[in-house]
């Protein structure tokens, strides 16, 4: 009851966000706090989360920089 309530406050696409964040946490605290391996099969499915993430966050877009010409105005940003 209590995790609708809050994704219904936080909405769904934050929601999500934290959820791919969640493993990789508490694999990173287990490793600090309790002493457990972080090996190459844990790095790569951290990082395998990570950029599910910022997929989730950019919707699968990045962000392309223009380069303006010597001499030549830039042209306008599009929002």
Do not use: H, K, W
């Not at 990789?24 to 457990?36: H, K, P, Q, W, Y």
């Not at 993430?53 to 105005?73: H, N």
């Amino acid at each position: 009851m209590l995790y609708y309530r809050g994704i219904r406050d936080v909405g769904p696409a934050s929601a999500s966000i934290m959820m791919f964040l969640v493993p990789v946490v508490g694999t990173t605290c287990s490793a600090l706090f309790l002493g457990e391996s972080f090996g190459t099969v844990q790095a790569v499915g951290a990082a395998v989360l990570l950029v599910g993430a910022v997929l989730a966050v950019t919707q699968g877009r990045l962000p392309v920089r223009q380069r303006a010409v010597v001499g030549e105005p830039a042209a306008p940003r599009r929002s």
